[in-house]
């Protein structure tokens, strides 16, 4: 397991250095000019040699890949550089905000496991029954809704028709304060849509694979042997189906962190959404390249985190790879 675990990081050197550089070259290629974006509301009226020296302090003027090594170099140091959209410490800009990410993140993608499975284990008790037919519909139709219209469907209905939740932000309006009662009520939309997107993939695959451990000659041994339903279900049947949810926890990674810049961005949750958008736009080199590669590694993490748990979960699989 430390072998394979060590060869993995080792690989994700070269990747993250890949898509570093394909970041510089992408906003170097970008219509936007970050000496605009820098003077702010007054560009359209700056001179052309104002603008001309802005380009020459941001290191605009520069090729992209020179920016690129002096960025790599200095980020080896820990210096990630200073957002120009921003006008923070890139390091500051993130560590203000990525706590807010993970703590929406994490409570939605846990909720997504636990109903998912649930309801997977349910539908999958009676393949073809009424119940399993209405979670798979449901299931298929959350699969094809975009998360920002699920956001905006929440927000009236629960925010503005009926007053139930609060519509977005961190604190209630006119609060100066950071409290947990608030952190938490302001939490449940933004997190309930966010689980509702990747709720979907693991109703599928649990009915999936429950369903199919269900029809397994060790299970009908059980079942022959006189066992509870109950004991059938969760102490076989559900371990068996199980295995394929592992590395579905990987693959869910990328489209997490989409949905949840879509959600942020429509419940005006404090993460790192409105961080990415204003880099992307303001074509902020340094912070665009931390992002990404916080993003990159995220993903690379959540790829090792379920093939390790696939091969403790079965010990036939071996850690060769």
């Not at 997977?120 to 920002?148: H, I, K």
């Not at 102490?235 to 068996?240: D, E, I, K, V």
Request: overall charge neutral; glycine content about 12%.
């Amino acid at each position: 397991m430390a072998r394979m675990a060590g060869r993995r990081l080792l690989a994700a050197v070269p990747v993250l250095l890949v898509v570093t550089f394909a970041v510089f070259a992408v906003a170097a290629a970008s219509p936007f000019d970050p000496a605009r974006v820098y003077a702010g509301g007054g560009a359209p009226g700056t001179g052309q040699d104002v603008l001309d020296q802005l380009r020459h302090n941001l290191g605009a003027d520069r090729p992209f890949a020179a920016r690129w090594w002096d960025w790599l170099t200095a980020a080896l140091t820990g210096d990630l550089g200073v957002s120009t959209t921003l006008r923070q410490p890139v390091a500051q800009a993130i560590g203000e905000r990525i706590g807010w990410s993970v703590l929406l993140c994490g409570t939605a993608f846990a909720a997504a496991v636990l109903v998912g499975t649930a309801l997977g284990v349910l539908a999958a008790r009676r393949r073809g029954g009424l119940l399993d037919r209405a979670v798979t519909s449901l299931a298929y139709v959350l699969e094809a809704a975009p998360p920002f219209w699920l956001g905006l469907l929440a927000v009236w209905f629960f925010a503005l028709k009926t007053g139930a939740l609060p519509a977005g932000g961190l604190t209630d309006t006119g609060s100066d304060t950071v409290t947990a009662g608030q952190v938490a009520s302001h939490l449940v939309l933004p997190a309930a849509v966010l689980a509702v997107t990747q709720l979907p993939w693991f109703v599928l695959y649990v009915r999936q694979g429950v369903g199919d451990a269900l029809d397994e000659d060790p299970v009908r041994g059980a079942r022959a042997r006189g066992l509870s339903e109950r004991t059938v279900l969760l102490g076989h049947a559900l371990r068996s189906g199980l295995l394929p949810v592992l590395t579905l926890i990987g693959s869910r990674v990328p489209e997490l962190i989409t949905g949840a810049l879509l959600v942020e961005t429509v419940f005006s949750w404090p993460g790192i959404a409105s961080a990415t958008v204003d880099a992307a736009t303001g074509v902020d080199f340094p912070l665009l390249a931390a992002l990404t590669v916080l993003a990159t590694a995220a993903v690379l993490v959540g790829n090792l985190l379920s093939d390790l748990l696939y091969g403790l979960a079965d010990p036939r699989v071996g850690f060769d790879g």
